[in-house]
């Protein structure tokens, strides 16, 4: 299941969306070519590294680690959600406050991951807590935007229009049952760092929210987006289904 593009469009060019993109995109490409040995010593040292941040050092690493990710699907994955959520947000918030919004958000989810385990040797990097909170905010300011879902099903695929609640809220959910049942000394995906990004998103976006009528932004609009929707025709399989015979 992988959200793929939103009907939300975007009036103004988001050019704190794309830098940040692109900034993820160059960092990635200056180290991905070195060996594991140096790779392991370069997350050490700009990753957020648990039990050397609550010990006073490596401070910077709170915002140096949500510009590093583990690999091209860890890249590309964070990229996609941050271009499909950034640009609304950006729009709203105008383009220097999206920007203190995205970094606070990243800052955020890295406390959450580092101090119910202050004392973990394992490095956490990605973008994906400062996005998860992209995610939150725009589930405050427009829970009804249809968002396309790409649902694969094995042998055929079908992509869905589904209510941004639905999809976000659905995500929130995995994320707070994986961190639950996941024992914090395992390497792995962050979950901590994505709830903790998310509700920072929505604490942060109160404000947007209430300039604009809280309740009442959200009964003007009925939870849409405030402009006209973009209108895309879903992308059915190619492949035939074939029923079982009896």
Known sequence: MFPIRDHNPSGKTPYVTFALIVINVLVFLGYVSMDDWDLQRFFMTWGLVPARFTSGAGLETLFTSMFLHGGFLH???????????????????????????????????????????????????????????????????????????????????????????????????????????????????????????????????LPAWLRRGGQGYWQRTEGHPPHPETHFEASRSNVPLIRRRR
């Open 75 to 205: 890249l590309g994955g964070n990229m996609l959600f941050l271009w499909i959520y950034g640009d609304n947000l950006e729009e709203e918030m105008g383009h220097v406050g999206f920007l203190v919004f995205y970094l606070a958000c990243g800052v955020a989810a890295g406390l959450a991951q580092a101090l119910p385990d202050p004392a973990s040797p394992i490095p956490m990097v990605g973008a994906s807590g400062a996005i998860a909170g992209v995610m939150g905010g725009y589930l405050l300011m427009f829970p009804r935007a249809k968002v396309d879902v790409l649902f694969i099903f094995i042998i055929f695929f079908r992509i869905f229009a589904i209510p941004a609640w639905v999809v976000l809220g659905l995500w929130l959910a995995i994320q707070i049952f994986s961190g639950v049942s996941t024992p914090s000394d395992v390497g792995g995906v962050a979950y901590w760092a994505h709830v903790g990004g998310f509700v920072a998103g929505l604490v942060l976006t």
